[in-house]
């Protein structure tokens, strides 16, 4: 099956600086890629969805100048954290999908783990 | 609009046990329902879905019906294993593809 990595797997940063997860798709190319949170023992809730080449469409209540998301090629999406508040913390999960998956699947990455100190 | 509903957990079970996970949804037009898995400290792996009323998704054992009648999609499995221990997420997606809908999940632990 297709197969979606993140990076880092998890992260530990201080509060107000910033930091970047990278969603790549690793066999097949992805249109469009979405990016959720989950928090412990709770659901995904959707972040926002991005289309290669264009802007990402953001959830409701999802600040998109603190989550800044660029899709910029077929095989990578990446999530910004600027000015990071212990509040932030939180598994980020990525999922892709686009030519060459079977239809009606996303495929997950395994997420990211941040902390915010 | 779009939802699922699913039942709260946690759920504990003996090894061999019957297990059933109650999930319904809300959607507007004719969705595709899934089941995914997430094991301890990774990401969602999909365990079966269906894609149209009656289809019945399987996968490992574990099976599951979609009911438009009753709009349910309960996951089911005859006989589990400790290593069936994580938590399950009914979702849905609509007509269109994109955006997943997911239910709260469902915490499961198998003990021997």
């Known amino acids: 099956g297709a197969v979606v990595s993140q990076h880092p797997s998890w992260v530990i940063c201080k509060s107000g600086t910033s930091v970047k997860i990278e969603c790549r798709s690793l066999?097949?190319?992805?249109?469009?890629m979405f990016w959720y949170r989950q928090f412990p023992k709770q659901s995904l809730m959707l972040m926002a969805t991005?289309?290669?080449?264009?802007?990402?469409?953001?959830e409701q209540g999802v600040e998109k100048d603190k989550f800044l998301i660029n899709h910029a090629s077929l095989t990578l999406s990446t999530l910004t954290v600027t000015s990071a508040h212990p509040e932030d913390s939180s598994f980020y999960i990525c999922s892709a999908e686009g030519g060459g998956t079977e239809s009606y699947e996303q495929y997950f990455g395994p997420g990211t783990r941040l902390t915010v100190t | 609009g779009n939802s699922v509903t699913q039942m709260e957990g946690p759920v504990t079970l003996s090894e061999e046990a019957f297990l059933t996970i109650n999930c319904t949804y809300t959607?507007?037009?004719?969705?595709?329902l899934f089941w995914y898995v997430q094991y301890p400290g990774e990401g969602l792996q999909l365990l079966l879905k269906?894609?149209?009323?009656?289809d019945k998704g399987s996968n490992k054992g574990f099976e599951a019906t979609y009911r438009k009648e009753t709009t349910s999609f309960h996951l089911e499995k005859g006989s589990v294993q400790v290593s069936d221990s994580a938590v399950y997420f009914c979702a849905l997606r609509g007509s269109t593809l994109g955006r997943l809908y997911f239910g709260r999940g469902t915490q499961l632990t198998v003990w021997p």
């Open positions: 066999d097949f190319q992805a249109t469009t």
């Open positions: 991005s289309n290669e080449g264009s802007k990402a469409t953001y």
């Open positions: 269906a894609t149209k009323a009656d």
């Open positions: 959607a507007t037009g004719y969705p595709s």
